[in-house]
């Protein structure tokens, strides 16, 4: 008899089936059951013991981090694989199961570049929640396409006791929101293609912990009406189990279903590329992005990358989108402008990594022998790289990180590197100078949980500082010419500033302009701007996006300027990153460079000469224009029982909050506020403090907005004197 196939040899012959593949995701608000789901998925597949899945006591097998155990949520996005059989055919399933807290929404954005379809999940109590909504727009920015699971219906049978008619119409409300935010987010063309309905099968529900699921059409095929449904808790132990295994299996109802309504590689580039990747569609390279081309030239995004502690090596995971990754093969960096060997080719049995000779384009994978950065894309020769990932928030919290013993100064700075380039959404500032180094995050969680693994997994004593907002300079009004000579007065440049209009800062917000140098022929984006009411003759004048400002040329025919607009737009770039009230970096300012003067010898006009004219430039703009500063603002839903309403809008007061809107349902209310981040220090605290424990708040937005007059002089003063700023500085 031959020997069965084990799990490993299945996985090796289904990577090359491009049609039979699908890379996709869960992803949900917090706690509405992901990692339950992909566990229990994980057991049913064979690959890993049935009796764990889905427990927490037991731990997730998707943890691989111990702070995810003992806080009981996920943190870092997991990558496992599985086969599933559908109508006699085998498919493999690539499958990431994201994070639901808010603070680690980075890992869901990255996961979104690696997968072409999303089941999102939502408890059929909380129904959708701020995170639905985030996760939504995190996957139809990338063109995702969703699915829905209602989780946790368990709960609706044993705690809210809903009769099988209540039970049908609160599904019926939670979908019919749930296509009402793809109505609202999703591009035109997907609003209504993606739309989910109960009767083509794209939605299912049941419960992820208690192992079953079900879906109209599969309930039609069985002949199981939603009466039956509850016979599930009127069994017990192995009847039960016995019952649910038959009739509503979690993992065949679920991978039916991604298998059905769930795009492959193959279809699913042909209109993500278009929207993910800038080049040239018409070329070589792009019709081998469009067409999934094993054949064509190797094309692999970066989503996430792990580093061994041990060892240092870093494995870097994500999306083959062209070409086959073969192990030893020569690999270009497109970040670093660098070569690299491919030292192993990885892909998941279940959670495991596990070494191949080649894989196919179509996959999410996971190759070593790299030192390359999130986002990178890696071809064999210079490539137009994929679009940057970015993240919907920004890090606005920050703490000063410092050593205990001063000998591990070198190795703090050398974490700190790891840190942030397995933690993209963590910004890391070194100041050699003053020596203060400096990490952002999301939140406070998100500083807790990268001070504990410096601290356990990287084996480094460290202190760190109390949480601190990051807050935004900008621009009042428009500064009018300001002229400005070189320090050695051979040049002069006349420059202004002003505030960049909201259309244009949302849309680089969004992603939907790209924050980069701007060639001559930048077709794309002008385009782009003239839709969102640019002129075209200024849309010529733009040369820079960075980070949320522009730099403009409205200069003509200056024959001298080529040689110097890099040192010009250097050290622009410099203020932006610090600007002239805090040295907290600059946004949605739009820069001009009106006319120059320049010397024709270059020794008289090197960057030591340029930087600071330009320096001085904005500094004087800025003054002109009213120098603005702006904090951080969060939208929060917060949810509590009725009793509560008034010492929560109270909190909510104290804490220079606004309410924006409150709504009653049942014994609860439901309120949105927008509070500054700088108050919301301990938020979590205080809420559960003044309501016993049961109010919840989520995070639904966050936008920076301009100050209240009266406190930004002090704000100012305390940001100097914590950096050291100078008079002049
Ligand atoms: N009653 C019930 N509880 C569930 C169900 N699925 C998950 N849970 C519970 O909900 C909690 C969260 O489950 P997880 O699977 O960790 O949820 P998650 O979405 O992965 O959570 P995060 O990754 O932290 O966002 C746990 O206590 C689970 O046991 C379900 O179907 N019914
Ligand atoms: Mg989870």
Not at 82 to 96: C, F, R, S, T
Not at 544 to 572: A, C, H, M, Q
């Amino acid at each position: 008899m031959a020997e069965k196939e084990t799990s490993i040899q299945k996985i090796t012959r289904l990577i090359e089936k491009q049609e039979n593949i699908r890379n996709i995701a869960t992803s949900a608000h917090i706690h509405h059951g992901k990692t339950a789901l992909t566990d229990n998925l994980l057991a049913a597949a064979g690959l890993m013991a049935a009796k764990a899945a889905g427990d927490l006591e037991e731990g997730m097998a998707t943890w691989q981090h111990s702070d995810e155990q003992e806080r009981l949520m996920t943190v870092d996005a997991a990558n496992v694989s599985m086969a599933h059989e559908y109508n006699g055919q085998e498919y493999l399933i690539n499958l990431i199961d994201t994070p639901g807290h808010v603070d680690f929404g980075g890992n869901v954005t990255r996961a979104m570049r690696a997968i072409d379809g999303t089941i999102v999940l939502v408890c059929a109590v909380e129904g959708i929640m701020p995170q639905t909504e985030t996760v939504l727009k995190q996957a139809l920015r990338e063109r995702v396409k969703p699915v829905l699971f209602i989780n946790k219906v368990d709960r609706l049978i044993k705690e809210l006791k809903l009769t099988p008619e209540q039970m049908q119409e609160r599904f019926s409300k939670i979908i019919a929101n749930f296509n009402n935010l793809i109505m609202q987010i999703a591009e035109e063309e997907y609003k209504e293609k993606w739309k989910v309905s109960v009767t083509d099968g794209s939605v299912a529900f049941g419960s992820a912990r208690e192992n079953w699921a079900l879906s109209v059409p599969f309930m039609k095929k069985r002949g199981i009406s939603f009466k039956d449904i509850y016979k599930i808790y009127e069994l017990e132990g192995e009847n039960r189990k016995k019952w649910v295994w038959e009739n509503a299996p979690l993992y065949e109802v679920l991978l039916d279903l991604v298998v059905k309504h769930l795009p492959n590689p193959l279809e699913a580039q042909k209109y993500r590329i278009p929207k993910i990747w800038k080049g040239e569609l018409d070329s070589k390279f792009g019709q081998d992005l469009l067409n999934c081309n094993k054949e064509g030239e190797v094309a692999f995004v970066i989503t996430k990358i792990v580093i061994d502690p041990r060892s240092g090596k870093e494995v870097a995971a994500g999306r083959l989108y062209s070409g086959t990754i073969v192990n030893g093969m020569e690999v270009y960096s497109n970040m670093n402008k660098k070569k690299y060997r491919i030292q192993q080719v990885l892909v998941y049995n279940g959670i495991k990594p596990e070494q191949m000779e080649r894989v196919p384009a179509g996959n999410v994978l996971a190759i070593s022998g790299l030192n390359a950065e999130v986002g990178d894309t890696i071809t064999l020769s210079e490539q137009t790289p994929f679009e940057e990932i970015k993240h919907i928030f920004q890090p606005v919290i920050t703490k000063s990180i410092e050593v205990v013993r001063s000998a591990d100064l070198p190795k703090l700075i050398e974490i700190l590197r790891k840190v942030s380039k397995e933690d993209p959404s963590i910004k890391v500032e070194i100041n050699e100078e003053t020596g203060e180094n400096l990490i952002s995050g999301m939140g406070e969680l998100h500083l807790e949980i990268i001070e504990g693994r410096i601290k356990t997994e990287k084996g480094l004593e460290v202190k760190m500082g109390p949480p601190i907002v990051v807050y935004r300079e900008s621009i009042a009004k428009n500064s009018g010419t300001v002229e400005v000579r070189t320090p050695n007065g051979h040049n002069i440049f006349d420059f202004s500033m002003e505030p960049l209009e909201d259309a244009v800062y949302n849309a680089i917000e969004m992603g939907v302009l790209p924050e980069m140098r701007l060639k001559k022929k930048a077709e794309e984006v002008w385009k782009k701007l003239s839709e969102l009411g640019v002129s075209n003759e200024e849309a010529r004048q733009y040369k820079e996006i960075y980070k949320g400002n522009v730099f403009e040329d409205r200069t003509r025919g200056i024959v001298l300027l080529p040689e110097i607009i890099e040192s010009i737009i250097d050290g622009w770039r410099l203020v932006v990153d610090g600007g002239p009230l805090a040295k907290e970096p600059m946004m949605k300012t739009k820069i001009i460079l009106h006319d120059a003067k320049i010397h024709v010898d270059h020794m008289h006009r090197g960057p030591a000469q340029i930087y600071p004219a330009v320096r001085q430039a904005m500094f004087s703009c800025m003054q002109k224009g009213g120098a603005i500063l702006l904090e951080p603002i969060q939208t929060h839903l917060i949810e509590v029982p009725v009793d509560f309403m008034g010492d929560v809008t109270a909190l909510i007061g104290s804490k220079r909050g606004i309410l924006i809107d409150v709504k009653q349902e049942g014994n609860d209310v439901q309120i949105t506020a927008k509070i500054p981040v700088a108050e919301m220090i301990g938020w979590s605290n205080d809420l559960r403090s003044i309501t016993e424990g049961r109010g919840v708040s989520s995070l639904k937005d966050q936008e920076f907005q301009r100050m209240p007059v009266e406190l930004q002089a002090e704000v100012i003063r305390k940001i100097r004197q914590r950096k050291g700023l100078a008079e002049n500085q």
